[in-house]
């Protein structure tokens, strides 16, 4: 069965340095990825997806996320964080070659940037 | 939260009692989504809905329904047989089968006491 696992429940960083939320994910075939960040109260909002291609993929905000196969991981970063980062940030898998279009999402990971 | 509408943004409701939570959404996407939010579980899939008439039940559909009889529109009913209602309820689209992002609605935060 699809999975994906944020290992980190909490990540305290302070601001102007670099931020590593972490995932890995199981999946039967080739893994469609994607990164969310979800702000208190708020929908959640896209950040950035890899689908094929390179392995670094670029989203908003700055932020840029790289896909590993090999160690089944797609870690979120950014290299200078920011106090306007704090959020909850979710990963998601979708297994293309199951039938059906939705996503599998993580538990979240609560990023904590301090001044 | 882009073109995806719930409303409303708060609802309370008494235990017994039948809710149905709205979802409009105005980007014409095909496929929408139901999930509920717990602290600390993520996100998971209520119900899915791919074209109008049509959709399937995910992870935890017990206690609830939903209904598609309009490409815009995707509302979900809470019903009393939901053991445990009280959550946050989050609406989402995608577009076309070559999208595979989906859009998420701000989301309704329901109490049932």
């Known amino acids: 069965a699809q999975s994906v696992a944020q290992p980190e429940d909490q990540v305290n960083v302070a601001e102007g340095n670099p931020l590593t939320v972490k995932c890995t994910y199981s999946v039967s075939g080739n893994p469609y990825l994607f990164w969310y960040v979800q702000y208190p109260n708020r929908g959640l909002q896209f950040l950035l997806k890899y689908i094929t291609g390179d392995n670094l993929v670029k989203g908003s905000y700055g932020f840029e996320a790289e896909f590993n196969k090999s160690q089944t991981s797609f870690h979120l970063k950014k290299p200078s964080a920011l106090v306007s980062d704090s959020a909850l940030y979710f990963c998601a898998v979708r297994d293309p070659d199951q039938a059906g279009t939705a996503l599998i999402f993580g538990k979240g990971t609560t990023l904590s940037v301090s001044s | 939260d882009g073109g ?3 409303s409303p943004k708060y609802l309370f409701r008494k235990e017994g009692q039948n809710v ?5 959404q105005n980007l014409n ?3 929408m989504y139901w999930y509920r ?3 600390g579980q993520g996100l998971r899939l209520i119900y899915y809905s791919q074209i109008v008439n049509d959709f399937q039940k995910g992870d935890i559909a017990e206690g609830y329904s939903v209904s598609r009889e309009k490409k815009e529109s995707f509302p979900l009913t809470v019903t009393s047989a939901q053991k445990n209602p009280t959550a946050f309820y989050l609406c989402a ?5 070559r999208t595979y992002e989906q859009y998420f609605g701000p989301g ?3 109490t049932v006491t």
């Open chain 2, 29 to 31: 996407h095909d496929a």
């Open chain 2, 37 to 39: 939010q717990d602290p």
């Open chain 2, 108 to 110: 309704t935060r329901l």
């Open chain 2, 93 to 97: 689209s995608r577009g076309t089968a």
């Open chain 2, 20 to 24: 149905t939570l709205s979802c409009e």
């Open chain 2, 4 to 6: 995806i509408t719930q």
